[in-house]
């Protein structure tokens, strides 16, 4: 069977891990294809809830291969740290693949990342200061060290001894003088390879070759669209492509291989870090959402900022990765409100636009048009069991408003954390 991919249609956060979570249950490979560590997926099961910033979400379902595909940057220590978090709590890991392809965060990384933030002064992008910009970066110059380096120590020998030079004269020219030494570091990530050696293989040789067979296989995006390095709020945005062309480059699988492509979308709009938000409520309304949502950063612990549903946004994601279908999330977090607004335009310099501008400058610039909408009541996670047909009335009507401005049908509607309270439609 041709594989589904599944995205953020924002500014990430938007609920993917549960989506891909109940999704993985009739797939048989999961394959996480971009980001790295800075990504965080939350997924709640009758066993508890589990956080994971590079381990993909399938993981926590007996006998499913998942795959850390050649597009991801690994850091190693946070692997392992997560890989022994997971036995810890009795799941295996005996189906974790990981492409001996991926490039390698290394410390180093983490430190220009700290660096180069703090040089920028106020004009931060809001890193999370985990490497992953300088890890891409070393990856587009070819001066990055690959998973296959540190499964064998005298290839990372090699490659260290080529590339260290340059890391040392770009931390000085940010005020660091840190000496990189070699053996050092042929040890520390010498000894993580030796640890993943056995997970480490041509992960798209085994992606297409289930493929082949006819197997399911889901690919997991991290972040969302409006992080995209090319097509979203530049240059507040994360260091890789999070739409769905980049399931190909960052699986190696070919684009004729792909069947279908499913859109998160949370039921309001958040945002992690710097960059305009034009939705953003800033007063008591806002901290509603943040406290009702629970919108802290898996990966941070940073509260996200939050506002009304961007339908400009979601149509820009839909058009972007060519969306099949949207699931709804976080629905429940808007029951029970006064009234229920979303951003249908923008007014820009005196003119109503229906599209995303191209610079931050122009969306700093724009302000939402709004549409008002009926609220409905609180929902918990058993209203799931009696299906669509009974959910509210007021809740029917919103998905058919989103669907209407986004051009793509809703097939999912989330009520809630926990993997049981989905509906389909």
Request: with cysteine; glycine share 14%; hydrophobic share 35%.
């Amino acid at each position: 069977m041709p594989a589904t991919v599944l995205i953020g249609a924002q500014w990430g956060d938007e609920g993917k891990g549960k989506i891909i979570d109940y999704l993985a249950a009739g797939a048989e490979v999961v394959v996480r294809f971009q980001g790295g560590n800075n990504a965080g997926h939350t997924i709640v099961t009758k066993d508890g809830t589990f956080k994971f910033h590079l381990l993909p979400s399938g993981i926590v379902y007996p006998g499913k291969a998942v795959v850390i595909g050649n597009g991801v940057v690994i850091d190693p220590k946070v692997l392992l740290s997560e890989i022994d978090s997971l036995e810890a709590r009795g799941f295996p890991t005996d189906g974790l693949r990981i492409s001996d392809r991926a490039n390698v965060i290394m410390g180093y990384h983490c430190m220009l990342d700290g660096a180069e933030e703090r040089h920028r002064g106020g004009k931060k992008v809001g890193t999370t200061g985990r490497g992953i910009g300088p890890a891409y970066q070393d990856k587009v110059a070819r001066s990055g060290v690959r998973i296959a380096h540190i499964v064998d120590r005298e290839l990372l020998r090699a490659r260290l001894e080529a590339v260290l030079p340059s890391k040392e004269r770009a931390l000085r020219s940010l005020g660091d003088d840190t000496r990189l030494d070699v053996n050092s570091l042929v040890e520390e990530y010498g000894r993580y390879g030796d640890a993943l050696k056995r997970y480490v293989t041509d992960t798209s040789v085994l992606v297409n070759g289930a493929l082949d067979r006819g197997a399911q296989v889901l690919m997991e995006g991290a972040q969302g669209t409006m992080l995209d390095v090319d097509h979203g709020t530049y240059p507040f945005t994360t260091s890789s492509n999070c739409v769905s062309g980049a399931a190909c480059a960052g699986a190696g699988i070919g684009p004729k291989r792909i069947l279908k492509i499913i859109g998160v979308v949370k039921a309001y709009t958040t945002r992690v870090g710097e960059g305009p938000l034009p939705t953003e409520q800033k007063g008591d309304l806002g901290r509603k959402m943040l406290e009702r949502g629970g919108e802290y950063g898996t990966t941070t612990g940073r509260a996200r900022r939050c506002g009304w549903l961007d339908i400009v946004v979601v149509r820009h994601a839909c058009r972007l990765n060519g969306l099949d279908a949207l699931a709804l999330t976080k629905a429940d977090v808007l029951g029970g409100m006064d009234e229920v607004q979303v951003c249908r335009a923008y007014m820009l310099d005196g003119k109503e636009i229906a599209n995303v501008p191209s610079t931050v400058e122009e969306l700093e610039r724009c302000e939402p048009v709004y549409d008002t909408l009926e609220s409905w009541p609180g929902l918990k996670a058993d209203d799931a069991k009696g299906g669509y047909g009974t959910l509210p009335r007021a809740l029917k009507d919103y998905v058919r408003y989103i669907e209407k401005g986004a051009r793509v049908k809703i097939e999912i509607v989330s009520i809630g954390p926990e993997r049981w309270a989905t509906v389909e439609r």
